[in-house]
C-alpha cells in the first residue's frame, strides 16, 4: 500500500478529521510535509476536503476529511460540476497554498485565459494548415 493510499484509508475512516501531524504519528510518514503534499493531492483530486479548523485558542489547524461517498459518486456521474464543486475545489486550493481566496481565483482564471488563447491559437493552426494558407510574415 502506497503512502497516498495508506493516508486515504485513515481518513477515511475518521470522519472527525485529522490534521497533517495526528496522519504523521499515526503512519510513520516523516517529514510532516509529506503528508501534507499527499494530502494536498488526495484534495484535490477530490477524494478528501481540507479545511481550516480551529485548534485552541486563536489556532487554525488544516483537518483532512473524507468526502462524502454518495456526493463523490453524484460528482463523477455528471459532467457539469455543480456549484459545491468548484468551491471545495477553491477551499483545498487555498488551504493548500495559504494564499488569499482571491489571488488564488485571479491566478487560476490568469491561467484559464492562457489555456483558452491557446487552444484557440493552436486551433486557427491546424486550420490554416489543413487549407494550405501560409502564415503572412511582415
Excluded at 40 to 45: D, H, M, P, V
Excluded at 74 to 79: F, Q, R, T, W
Aim: proline fraction near 4%; charge should be negative.
Amino acid at each position: 500500500m502506497s503512502n497516498k493510499e495508506e493516508i486515504f484509508e485513515i481518513i477515511r475512516t475518521h470522519p472527525e478529521g485529522l490534521d497533517d501531524d495526528d496522519i504523521s504519528a499515526m503512519t510513520g510518514i516523516r517529514p510532516r510535509q509529506q503528508v501534507q503534499n499527499l494530502c494536498n493531492q488526495l484534495a484535490l483530486s477530490n477524494q478528501i476536503r481540507r479545511e481550516s479548523v480551529n485548534k485552541g485558542a486563536k489556532r487554525r489547524k488544516i483537518h483532512n476529511f473524507p468526502m462524502d461517498e454518495l456526493a463523490v459518486k453524484d460528482e463523477a456521474a455528471v459532467d457539469i460540476p455543480e456549484e459545491g464543486t468548484w468551491k471545495r475545489r477553491l477551499a483545498a486550493l487555498v488551504a493548500a497554498t495559504g494564499e488569499p481566496e482571491a489571488k488564488v481565483l485571479e491566478d487560476a482564471l490568469l491561467l484559464l485565459a492562457l489555456k483558452i488563447l491557446k487552444t484557440h491559437s493552436d486551433e486557427e493552426q491546424q486550420e490554416r494548415e489543413l487549407h494550405g494558407d501560409r502564415p503572412v510574415h511582415g
